[in-house]
Each structure stands twice: as C-alpha cells, then as structure tokens.
C-alpha cells in the first residue's frame, strides 16, 4: 500500500514494447533460467504469453526438474525413522538422536512415521549432499524451535508420501541454538522442494510457517498453513507447479519473497495449482511475480498483489524506498500475468506495483479499496494488456487504468457515486450481448474493464445496478476521472463519457 497525497507528480513515462502472447498456456511448464536483465528495450517471452520486464535484472527460474517432480524412493536403501511420543529410533547410518532431536548428517532418503510430541528434526549434511525427507504420517512439535530445522545440505526434497496427513507445529517462542535466526515452522538455509500428493499441515504460532533462505519449489501436494507472520518466505524465489493450498497469516502475508541484499533474486513463479487465502495483511508478495497459470483467490487487509522494491522495508517502500519519492517507477519491479483465474479482494492496493504491470491472458477480478488512497489497479512504471479479462474496481482517488502503449482496448469509468457490494458490473455491446460481468465484495465507485472483444470506435454500456455509461472507444484507453494525472504511474487518462 502506497499511502499518496492528492497533487500531480510530473515525470518521464518508461515505455516499453509488448509482444503480444497467446491467451493459452501449454501444457508443460517452460523450462531454463530466465534474466530479463540480458535484453534491453522492449519485454520479452519466457513461455506462451508469459512477459518478462526488460529492464528488470531479477533472474526468474520457470524450471521444474525431473528430480523436483520425483516421488518414489527405493525401500531398501532409505532409513526408517519411527516416532513415538517422547522418543524417537531409527534403522540404518546416516542419524544420530539425542533428547528428541533427530540429526541427518549424509545424503540419502529417510522415511518418518508416528508422532514427536516435543521434537526435531535436524538436516545437517554436505555441502554436496542431497536429503529426501518422505513424510508418511508424521506429526512433529517442537516447543522452542522449528519442527524441521535444514542447516546445511546440496538441496531437500521433502516428501508428502501419498495418502497420508502430516502436522508441524511449534511453540509461540524460540530459543536460538546457533547463528542462524530460526523463525519458521520448516526453516531452510538451502534450496528445498515439496512434492509428493499428501498432505501437510503447518501451525506458526512464533512466525512464519515455511521459510526458506535459498530457493522454494512445490510441485503439487495439498497444503494448510497458519502462521503468525508469513505462511510462506523467502529469500530468493518461490515456484509452484501444482498443488492445493489453503494459507493464512495473522499479521504477515500468504507468500512473501524478499532479497534486501542481492537485487537479481526475490521473485513468485506460478504455473498452476488453487491457492486460496483467506486471511493477510499482503497475499502475495515479491521484487517479481509471474502468474502463468492456477486458480488464485485471496482477501487481503494491505495489497493483493505487491512488488515492491526488495531492497528496501516495505513501510519505506510505501514512502518512496530509497529514492523518496512514492511514485517512483523501480524498473526493476513487475506483476506479469499470463493465465489463470484470479479474485482479489483488497483494502489496500488491489495489484501494486512498484514497477511495470503486464497482463497477456487469464481472468483478473478485483475487489479493491474503499479508502481513496489507495487504487485498485497502482503501478508507477507502465501498465500493458494484450490480452485476458480484467475487471477492477474501486474506490476513485487513485484510480489508474492501462497505458496506452497496451495492444487491447480498457475503459476506466469512475461513477457519480458510489455503487453498494454486490450490485454486479456489466459490459455489454451494442446488441446488448454481454462481453464481461464480475460481482464486488465490496462498495466500489471506479471501474476499469478490459476484454479482447473490446473495438475502436464502438459504442459499449456499462450498467452497475441503476448507474450506466456509454462509452465509445477513441483510443487504446477511454477514461474518464475527477482529474487528469498524466505522468508515470498515472494510467494515462484519457476523455470518455462521464457516468450517467
């Protein structure tokens, strides 16, 4: 959330060259290391549709290995670690326990079963090892620590063995055993991936509930998480494939990824998967965030979607980072959605970036802010469609519709007054044929709408409950508004009818 003063900043508007991309995703996700950073001037492809910034450096990783997808393991050679209440054994090398804690210090796979009703498990290997961790039926407590504390190691693979509920929990205070500061349920010093099609159960009553200082991958699963502060951290980028999540934070965000000290790492990478989140202060939040796919619907107390500057806090951010100035476009930011359904009800700002915001396909519906300091769509670089089906709305303070360098015609429309939540938006032609309709949360007064079957020099109606508005499309983006606020960020308003 940016909070803004109601005066017109001039500036230089960044624009940037849209390639346009299907409205489809293929089936598989792409594969390679994507860095925007090596091409300049123009936004380019790393899957169908998907838009990378140029002018970011952040290295986006869209690759999910053949080891990330694998769940089997060979019975043979892995190490049984069986869990009883208030003791632990194990059969085979590779594991020493001592006072319930369960150390792995050899690359190799190990099986947990049972329950550890105040206990740990330890990863600390080789710098060239890697660990499978399988979870069949595992609960583990730790009172004063994380659950499953990875100190050292190659990578972790953990497991959800199929079939089977897996609890962590800990306790509302830690006591820190080394230099590390352990503040998460499962805290990794090291890349880690889930997979596996069981299910795995977090409660963080200290912080956060997954925290991972490297990289996260997740390839499916089914995930409920509950944390103090953030259900999912990172330091460097979170990729999920597939999976079934249902988060929420108390005072933190549903998936936080932030790099204060390396400005190429802090991205999300969606392809698919159903996330819901149903409590946050932010939903989802990083330097970069990709939505390639998947079924997102979160309700935040702060912004839906957030990239803010990653080098900075988030309450300098909201006061202009390290360059003071709250509307200054950090290129090195962006949103770029590509495919999926995503629904979005945010106090805050609804999609927020602090740099460029592409949208190339899927389904966007936002519920935003009633407050008039805060918008539902807020960028500060440039805002392109080329494709997809937006509708955004809310309050009018800050109401910013796409830059005209887009390629699909938008229309923002801020109505006389305000209109009460769940009175329906709807788009229609001139043969009365409905081209897009979304229900809102919550009261709204401000519209933007964008559709492919959207045409210059046609006349269309937009009807909220008994407010309508003709409007015919001059240009790539017809706008009316309370006032004209050209510059960066601004959403390029442009004349339109007036609500009637």
Known sequence: ????????????????????????????PPTGTSSAGDITGTATTVSDGTLISASSIIAVDTEFTARDLEVGYEDSSAVNITLNGSRASATGEGVSIKDN?????????????????????????GDSDKVQLVLSGATINCSDNAAIYIKNADKVFITLASDTENTLTDGANYVQTDDNTVDGVIFSKTDLTINGEGTLNITGNYKHGIVVKDKLTITEGTYKISAVKDDINSNDGVKIKDGTFTLSAKDGNG?????????????????????IITD???????????????????????????????????????????????????????????????????????????????????????????????????????????????????????????????????ILNDFTSGINAGTEVTLT???????????????????????????????????CGSQTADVTLSSIVTSNGQAQMDGPGMGGRESGQRGK
């Open 429 to 463: 032609d001139a043969d009365g044929n409905v081209l897009a309709s979304f229900t809102p949360d919550k009261k709204y007064q401000s519209v933007v709408i964008s559709t492919p079957d959207l045409s210059n020099g046609k006349t269309y109606t937009l009807t």
């Open 1 to 28: 959330m940016k909070k803004r003063w109601n005066y017109i900043i001039t500036g230089i508007l960044l624009t940037a060259i849209l390639l346009t991309g299907c409205n489809t995703k293929s089936s598989q």
């Open 255 to 275: 998936i936080s990824v932030k790099n204060s000290e390396d400005s190429t790492k802090g991205f999300v990478y969606i392809y698919g998967g159903d996330i």
């Open 101 to 125: 804690n369960i150390t792995i210090s050899s690359e190799g796979t190990y099986v947990i079963t049972g329950t550890l009703e105040d206990g740990q498990v330890i990863i600390d290997a």
């Open 280 to 410: 946050c202060v932010e939903g989802i939040e990083g330097t970069a965030i990709i939505i390639d796919g998947g079924t997102i619907d979160l309700t935040a107390r702060d912004d839906g979607f957030n990239a803010p500057n990653g080098t900075v806090s988030a309450s300098d951010s909201a006061m202009g980072g390290q360059n003071g100035n709250a509307f200054e476009n950090d290129t090195n930011c962006y949103i770029s959605i590509a495919g999926g359904s995503i629904h979005i009800n945010a106090s805050g700002d609804g999609v927020d970036s602090n740099g460029a915001l592409y949208i190339s396909g899927g389904t966007i519906y936002v519920s935003g802010p009633i407050e008039n300091n805060n918008g539902a769509l807020d960028y500060n670089g440039t805002a392109e469609i080329s494709g997809g089906i937006v509708i955004a709305v809310g309050s009018t303070g800050m109401a910013q519709c796409f830059s005209d360098t887009s390629t699909q015609y938008s």
